[in-house]
């Protein structure tokens, strides 16, 4: 039984690690090119990108995990029913829920210590990674010159050069346009050749140009009809010029914790126990204030307290009195009583429109940390559900490799990946609850991966190909027999001149084949 168990073991391991390397290396490229803009041509150093895909790849873990999971279970099923491995154990009196126990084991200590990973190192590395993408958004590209092209990459300056010596970074022919001055003030300076880089802090353009002129435009108040135009000639210049962002300067990750994604399940739990309470709060208190301080400003006492919300029945007719005077006044007075009306009604609309987004950016919050509190437990569930799906795959279809597990595994993966999505959208929107939306994938497939896991346990032929044909034979052999004498002749007469046909087929290749042999035994 040990060697049969170190069997299924070795079998298992080893596709597991290997489909699960290769889809986090898949994943992995769909990152990179998500931010292939913001990696190139700003002179980052290999460090901060190696540190940066192994956050990313962190991050991958949850979606890879339980796809490596259900292809390896196929491909692992898939060679033992191939190889007669898993029908020997089956003769030996073993069923497959026995076959499958050790990799039971592994399952589960896979699933727990997913739990660990979604709700420990995923939020680190989420902090780590957010950080970095940040800080590599805030720095400007690197600074190299084009022949010929405007280099705009520092605020407020354009630099020109029409060569640059590849060796000796010489440059030829450069033309730079200033607008760093506050009093509006440009300097257009014109070089014959000169070097422009950063300090080695990356802190100062360091500027030393040969043999050129430099013309700056004075503006005054009245500078659309009087300015002044300053030139002067130089044989060499030198500037040092303070830049900012074209270092790699590192952010603290703590500014991004109060994302849901980078916080464990307790913490998740403590912002949604105090977003319930302020939603709670902001619904049935935003109200009042708008009745008290707006509609009723002039007659507060016409609002009862918070707790009832009722009006008042005798400051209803009180209110009914002023309104049926209006006629009565003059055209100034009712002037002035509908501009203080229409005030009051834009400051109400404006009170309510602040409470309302509020309301909704506080709601859109709860909602947020309650689909990540579900998600953290329902990775562990959904690791064991895609295992039930795959072992029996595997073990119908008995099909091992990467072609047939890779096209089935796909195909559920999609499945799974399509609903969830859509469950995790309704519940940002707030149409579903998080339980529901968040599970609504483990519970399409859990009945699934019983009834298959059940099907496999009893030697069904439910994905065997060679079975469903004999059963079409026979529903079609029954079919024609309740046709007419006629129908069956000539259906009979059809058959027959198809098998005609094909052992004519069948002669003709044999007699090439007999030639072939003779022509090579001559």
């Known amino acids: 039984m040990k060697k049969i168990y170190r069997l299924v073991l070795t079998s298992y391991l080893g596709p597991m690690f290997m489909t699960f390397f290769i889809i986090i290396f898949i994943l992995m490229m769909n990152f990179v090119w998500r931010y292939i803009d913001e990696l190139v041509g700003k002179g980052l150093d290999a460090a901060v990108i190696v540190e940066l895909i192994f956050y990313a790849t962190i991050n991958m873990i949850p979606m890879g995990l339980p796809l490596a999971i259900l292809l390896a279970t196929i491909m692992t099923m898939g060679n033992l029913g191939e190889n007669y491995e898993l029908l020997a154990m089956k003769s030996a009196g073993m069923s497959l829920p026995k076959i499958m126990r050790p990799l039971f084991?592994?399952?589960?200590?896979?699933?727990?210590?997913?739990?660990?990973?979604?709700?420990?190192?995923?939020?680190?590395?989420?902090?780590?990674?957010?950080?970095?993408?940040?800080?590599?958004?805030?720095?400007?590209?690197?600074?190299?010159?084009?022949?010929?092209?405007?280099?705009?990459?520092?605020?407020?300056?354009?630099?020109?050069?029409?060569?640059?010596?590849?060796?000796?970074?010489?440059?030829?022919?450069?033309?730079?346009?200033?607008?760093?001055?506050?009093?509006?003030?440009?300097?257009?300076?014109?070089?014959?050749?000169?070097?422009?880089?950063?300090?080695?802090?990356?802190?100062?353009?360091?500027?030393?140009?040969?043999?050129?002129e430099t013309y700056e435009q004075t503006r005054n108040n009245q500078w659309y009809n009087q300015s002044t135009l300053r030139h002067h000639k130089f044989e060499r210049q030198d500037g040092k010029i303070p830049m900012d962002g074209f270092s790699f300067e590192r952010s603290d990750e703590n500014m991004f914790s109060g994302n849901s994604q980078t916080k464990d399940i307790n913490e998740l739990q403590t912002d949604i126990d105090s977003l319930d309470m302020?939603?709670?709060?902001?619904?049935?208190?935003?109200?009042?204030?708008?009745?008290?301080?707006?509609?009723?400003?002039?007659?507060?006492?016409?609002?009862?307290?918070?707790?009832?919300?009722?009006?008042?029945?005798?400051?209803?007719?009180?209110?009914?009195?002023?309104?049926?005077?209006?006629?009565?006044?003059?055209?100034?007075?009712?002037?002035?009583?509908?501009?203080?009306?229409?005030?009051?009604?834009?400051?109400?609309?404006?009170?309510?429109?602040?409470?309302?987004?509020?309301?909704?950016?506080?709601?859109?919050?709860?909602?947020?940390?309650?689909?990540?509190?579900?998600?953290?437990?329902?990775?562990?569930?959904?690791?064991?559900?895609?295992?039930?799906?795959?072992?029996?795959?595997?073990?119908?279809?008995?099909?091992?490799?990467?072609?047939?597990?890779?096209?089935?595994?796909?195909?559920?993966?999609?499945?799974?990946?399509?609903?969830s999505i859509s469950g995790e959208k309704l519940a940002k929107e707030g149409t579903w609850s998080s339980l529901l939306g968040m599970w609504i994938s483990s519970i399409v497939l859990a009945p699934l991966a019983a009834f298959l896991t059940h099907k496999a346990t009893n030697d069904s032929a439910l994905l065997d190909v060679d079975w469903y044909i004999g059963r079409i034979k026979h529903y079609q052999e029954r079919f024609e027999a309740k046709l007419p004498k006629k129908w069956q002749r000539k259906i009979a007469a059809r058959r027959e001149r198809a098998a005609a046909k094909q052992e004519a087929k069948r002669a003709k290749h044999r007699a090439k084949m007999e030639q072939k042999r003779a022509a090579q035994g001559n």
């Open 105 to 212: 084991i592994v399952i589960g200590l896979i699933s727990v210590g997913s739990f660990f990973i979604v709700n420990d190192l995923v939020p680190y590395a989420n902090r780590k990674m957010f950080s970095i993408i940040y800080d590599i958004k805030q720095q400007n590209q690197a600074l190299e010159f084009q022949d010929g092209l405007f280099f705009n990459g520092i605020d407020n300056m354009s630099i020109r050069v029409e060569k640059q010596d590849p060796e000796t970074h010489l440059l030829t022919n450069v033309l730079i346009y200033d607008n760093r001055a506050s009093n509006g003030n440009m300097t257009t300076t014109i070089a014959d050749s000169g070097y422009i880089r950063l300090s080695d802090d990356k802190k100062y353009l360091l500027v030393t140009l040969y043999n050129g």
């Open 278 to 419: 302020l939603v709670g709060n902001l619904t049935t208190t935003a109200y009042t204030p708008l009745l008290r301080e707006q509609i009723f400003s002039k007659d507060p006492d016409a609002v009862a307290p918070t707790d009832t919300l009722e009006i008042d029945r005798s400051r209803k007719v009180h209110t009914a009195f002023i309104i049926d005077s209006i006629p009565a006044l003059n055209a100034r007075q009712k002037d002035k009583i509908w501009s203080s009306a229409l005030q009051s009604a834009r400051n109400s609309r404006n009170m309510f429109s602040f409470d309302e987004s509020t309301s909704k950016e506080a709601l859109n919050q709860l909602y947020r940390s309650k689909n990540e509190w579900h998600r953290k437990l329902a990775l562990p569930v959904s690791i064991l559900i895609f295992f039930l799906l795959g072992a029996p795959l595997g073990a119908i279809i008995r099909r091992g490799g990467l072609g047939m597990p890779m096209v089935i595994s796909v195909i559920f993966f999609v499945i799974y990946y399509v609903i």
